[in-house]
């Protein structure tokens, strides 16, 4: 027996442009995420900077939009100097955060022109850890001032001479947390990141800064950090950053699929702090949320407690390197969802991370690359996503989990690209055994059909792809899944435990 759910859309009632930037990624110095992940000089595959391209290939078909860059924990004690220069005079280094050896071999010369290569924007972390204003103010000269200085002249002598014109940057990272080098109480971190932020904007007002939030919801300083943090940055940053993991350690399908509803929770909380001071300063500007850490991340944590305690210091060892399942994508597919429901202030998110460390792509060190379950959802979002957020209607039956209550069993959006003439609807069935049959009334779109159904759906919800079996779970074109029912409305159905991407696009001939 199907359950039944409705979707009704108005083509005026938009929540607002889902910023490209919302399909972003994460590449930190951990594990086998640059070294032996996007670089790798010995492949076969490698290019003549020492670049995989068939990792670059995947990075391309993923679409992409900003890749955050160098970290994460790492940054908090990175010394960026480190990575700039002929490579054989470059220090290894211990790094605290991950208790691994940094070789220097990439640094943010290679890193940035290598984005530019897959298409994607560098988003740089300065280092508010163990380091302050100078350095961040140096590295932003080195990066973005054109010639005829000291930082930049530097920059043209290592071999980059247009400068890398990086537009936003993350003042610190999680510096709430007390893993983190150089972690700080609110007001130390509102202060330096205050006045860091001013010294950066004084080089380039046009430039887009990001002030750190929780590391997590579960922080006992959240929300306050929020608030106190942004009460000395308001006027000098744009965003505010959101870091969110989560885990099906329980193996309760259920109530993991049920977790994005924290995010939703996390979302308005923010969103509300950033209006509070907005409004006890008297501002005029919306701070914007920077979602720039997100995933599924929990398979591999006992292995790397070990793996960093008992066997440190080793040159990218293999840490984070979760293996998806098919559940997982379906909570990635929720958590996108729920960032283009937000589209008008959240307009940056970044999957962490990029490859290999609990990542979409992953590779074997002289082998193969394969997309992981959570490749597709992102992929699909970042393809089909672009455009103006729709607020859906959606009436659908509820279930309750272990820690939630009233749990809708269909979530969706929709996402209108007026250029293209296409329509797209986003839906995830969270129903573990049952398929739902979902009413869809789009108002405004009388004169568009449906042109694809791709369902990504699996008997076995810990399916996984890997290397040696890449595609054991794939999306596909579903046929005959829907009904017309009238101008702009059908009846569509979508499978237990799926992701799906129903594709509109205006045709003359109305062919539902
Ligand atoms: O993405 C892995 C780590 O998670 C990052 O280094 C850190 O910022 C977060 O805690």
Redesign the pocket.
């Given at each position: 027996m199907a359950k039944q759910a409705k979707v009704t859309l108005e083509r005026t009632f938009t929540i607002g442009e889902v910023d490209k930037n919302v399909f972003g990624s994460?590449v930190?110095h951990?594990g086998r995420g640059v070294y032996n992940g996007i670089y790798e000089p010995a492949h076969k595959e490698a290019d003549e900077h020492g670049f995989r391209k068939d990792v670059a290939e995947l990075v391309k078909e993923l679409g992409v939009s900003i890749i955050r860059y160098p970290?994460?924990?790492?940054?908090s004690g990175y010394r960026w100097e480190d990575g700039i220069g002929p490579v054989e005079f470059r220090p290894k280094r211990l790094d605290l955060?991950?208790r691994t050896l940094e070789t220097n071999e990439v640094g943010i010369n290679e890193f940035a022109s290598w984005c530019r290569r897959t298409d994607a924007e560098p988003m740089l972390a300065v280092n508010l850890g163990t380091r302050g204003i100078e350095a961040a103010v140096d590295l932003l000269e080195y990066c973005n001032y054109p010639e005829g200085t000291y930082w930049s002249d530097l920059r043209i002598r290592h071999g980059y001479r247009a400068p890398h014109n990086i537009k936003v940057w993350c003042l610190g990272?999680?510096m709430d947390?007390t893993?983190?080098t150089g972690h700080k109480t609110p007001m130390e971190y509102g202060r330096l990141a205050a006045e860091t932020a001013r010294a950066m904007k004084r080089f380039d007002p046009d430039i887009k800064l990001v002030s750190c939030g929780s590391?997590?919801t579960f922080m006992d300083t959240f929300p306050e950090w929020e608030a106190e943090t942004l009460a000395h940055t308001y006027d000098v940053v744009d965003y505010i950053s959101l870091?969110q993991?989560f885990g099906n350690e329980e193996g309760d399908t259920a109530n993991f699929l049920a977790r994005s509803l924290e995010t939703e929770h996390f979302i308005k909380t923010v969103i509300a702090i950033c209006d509070y001071i907005k409004a006890k300063k008297r501002g005029k500007k919306d701070i914007m949320l920077s979602f720039d850490?997100w995933?599924v991340?929990y398979h591999s944590k006992l292995r790397d407690d070990d793996e960093m305690k008992y066997n440190p210091w080793q040159a990218s060892p293999c840490l984070?390197e979760d293996v998806y399942t098919f559940e997982d994508a379906l909570v990635t597919g929720l958590m996108l969802i729920t960032f283009m429901k937000h589209a008008d202030r959240l307009k940056i998110a970044c999957m962490?991370?990029l490859v290999n460390?609990?990542a979409p792509i992953m590779t074997h060190t002289g082998g193969g690359v394969c997309r992981q379950t959570i490749f597709y959802p992102l992929l699909h979002a970042s393809r089909y996503g672009r455009g103006t957020a729709l607020w859906p209607l959606v009436a659908s039956p509820k279930y309750d989990s272990k820690d939630y209550s009233d749990v809708p069993y269909l979530e969706a959006i929709a996402v209108m690209n007026e250029e293209a003439e296409e329509l797209t609807l986003f839906a995830v069935n969270r129903c573990l055994d049952e398929s739902i049959n979902v009413d869809c009334f789009f108002r405004g779109f009388e004169d568009y059909s449906i042109t694809e159904h791709i369902a990504f759906e699996s008997e076995n919800l810990k399916a996984a792809n890997t290397v040696a079996n890449p595609d054991a779970v794939v999306p596909y074109s579903r046929r005959d899944s829907y009904v017309k029912l009238g101008k702009g409305e059908f009846s569509i159905e979508i499978g237990k435990a799926s992701w799906n991407v129903i594709r509109l696009k205006k045709t003359t001939v109305n062919v539902y």
């Amino acid at each position: 027996m199907a359950k039944q759910a409705k979707v009704t859309l108005e083509r005026t009632f938009t929540i607002g442009e889902v910023d490209k930037n919302v399909f972003g990624s994460f590449v930190e110095h951990l594990g086998r995420g640059v070294y032996n992940g996007i670089y790798e000089p010995a492949h076969k595959e490698a290019d003549e900077h020492g670049f995989r391209k068939d990792v670059a290939e995947l990075v391309k078909e993923l679409g992409v939009s900003i890749i955050r860059y160098p970290g994460g924990n790492f940054v908090s004690g990175y010394r960026w100097e480190d990575g700039i220069g002929p490579v054989e005079f470059r220090p290894k280094r211990l790094d605290l955060a991950w208790r691994t050896l940094e070789t220097n071999e990439v640094g943010i010369n290679e890193f940035a022109s290598w984005c530019r290569r897959t298409d994607a924007e560098p988003m740089l972390a300065v280092n508010l850890g163990t380091r302050g204003i100078e350095a961040a103010v140096d590295l932003l000269e080195y990066c973005n001032y054109p010639e005829g200085t000291y930082w930049s002249d530097l920059r043209i002598r290592h071999g980059y001479r247009a400068p890398h014109n990086i537009k936003v940057w993350c003042l610190g990272n999680e510096m709430d947390g007390t893993w983190e080098t150089g972690h700080k109480t609110p007001m130390e971190y509102g202060r330096l990141a205050a006045e860091t932020a001013r010294a950066m904007k004084r080089f380039d007002p046009d430039i887009k800064l990001v002030s750190c939030g929780s590391s997590h919801t579960f922080m006992d300083t959240f929300p306050e950090w929020e608030a106190e943090t942004l009460a000395h940055t308001y006027d000098v940053v744009d965003y505010i950053s959101l870091h969110q993991y989560f885990g099906n350690e329980e193996g309760d399908t259920a109530n993991f699929l049920a977790r994005s509803l924290e995010t939703e929770h996390f979302i308005k909380t923010v969103i509300a702090i950033c209006d509070y001071i907005k409004a006890k300063k008297r501002g005029k500007k919306d701070i914007m949320l920077s979602f720039d850490e997100w995933n599924v991340w929990y398979h591999s944590k006992l292995r790397d407690d070990d793996e960093m305690k008992y066997n440190p210091w080793q040159a990218s060892p293999c840490l984070l390197e979760d293996v998806y399942t098919f559940e997982d994508a379906l909570v990635t597919g929720l958590m996108l969802i729920t960032f283009m429901k937000h589209a008008d202030r959240l307009k940056i998110a970044c999957m962490a991370q990029l490859v290999n460390v609990i990542a979409p792509i992953m590779t074997h060190t002289g082998g193969g690359v394969c997309r992981q379950t959570i490749f597709y959802p992102l992929l699909h979002a970042s393809r089909y996503g672009r455009g103006t957020a729709l607020w859906p209607l959606v009436a659908s039956p509820k279930y309750d989990s272990k820690d939630y209550s009233d749990v809708p069993y269909l979530e969706a959006i929709a996402v209108m690209n007026e250029e293209a003439e296409e329509l797209t609807l986003f839906a995830v069935n969270r129903c573990l055994d049952e398929s739902i049959n979902v009413d869809c009334f789009f108002r405004g779109f009388e004169d568009y059909s449906i042109t694809e159904h791709i369902a990504f759906e699996s008997e076995n919800l810990k399916a996984a792809n890997t290397v040696a079996n890449p595609d054991a779970v794939v999306p596909y074109s579903r046929r005959d899944s829907y009904v017309k029912l009238g101008k702009g409305e059908f009846s569509i159905e979508i499978g237990k435990a799926s992701w799906n991407v129903i594709r509109l696009k205006k045709t003359t001939v109305n062919v539902y």
